[in-house]
């Protein structure tokens, strides 16, 4: 069967399990890093915010499926599960004092999303670029965010700048950052043996590892922690040292003490690798690696 006849039968069965006064829409999405990908959204008269349950993926694995009544079941779990029963007024997006206070920016790709870039307000960082959003929500298992075009920022009366001074001040606050040595992450994330972590145990885990996470609380694209203001050199004064910043992902990045640039390429490689066998491909940030100079309070990009 092929893409195409399966995105038909699919949207078709699903549509016939919609519990009434509910509607089902097909369309292309246009992700990170230039992929477009077959978003399925499920409206109700409750709300009209929906999560996108996307096709490829399904299709991709649906050898690993019984049939398509298992598919078709699979993707009203997931609704359910992700469905909101908030009703936003899109309303008060036409007026800039209400926005401006849910304003924030995260990096993405330059070259890998050149053609998103024409139609977005963004500033040039490095090999990345700034884009902006506008965060109506969040909660443990889903967030609702607006990009922000060129067209709202006609309908405001700002430019680019303006957005980028003003997810400065509101980014660091809607999402604080979150910057914790990989192990305490690792403990989090599978459980630790150690039931009340001390100021001692933590000095003695950063000698033994001195790799270390940052990311924000929501770990929405928590690279963008990078442009807090001041951030980087309060963490490069804490450790004492330059750091390298390796971008795992849009939404986190690895920081490791740097006494020289030295190691710049075999951690590029390091990067590279990770970017091609571990991670999604809308979720890669950059295949080069930086450094933060504390003398120059400064991020560039890593050459030896």
Known sequence: MTYEEF?????????????????LKLQTICKNNGLKLDGLTITNIESNVSPTIYLNYYYEKQNLFPDFDTICRDIMLTYEHNRSAEHINADFFTDYNLVSSRISYRLINYEKNKEL????????????????????????NSSATILIHA???????????????QACQTAPEL???????????????????????NQDI?????????????TNSQKLYG????????LLDSIAEKLNTDLFVLPSSIHEVI???????????????MVTDINRTELAADEILSDLIYYYSRSEHALSICQN
């Open 117 to 140: 870039l024409e139609t977005v307000p963004h500033v040039r960082y490095l090999d990345l670029a700034i884009v902006f959003y506008c965060l109506l929500n969040f909660s443990e």
């Open 223 to 230: 690279a963008s922690c990078l442009l807090y203001p001041r």
């Open 202 to 214: 933590e000095k003695e885990t950063d000698a033994f590892c001195p790799m270390y996470i940052l």
């Open 7 to 23: 995105k038909t039968v699919i949207a078709r069965q699903v549509e016939q399990m919609l519990p009434q006064g509910a509607s």
């Open 151 to 165: 067209d709202h920022l006609k309908l405001w009366n700002i430019n680019a700048a303006e957005l980028y001074h």
């Open 255 to 269: 920081l490791l003490p740097a006494l020289n640039r030295s190691h710049c390429k075999e951690l590029a490689d």
């Open 175 to 197: 999402l604080p950052y979150d910057f914790r040595n990989i192990n305490a992450v690792l403990s989090d994330t599978f459980g630790s043996s150690t039931t009340q972590p």
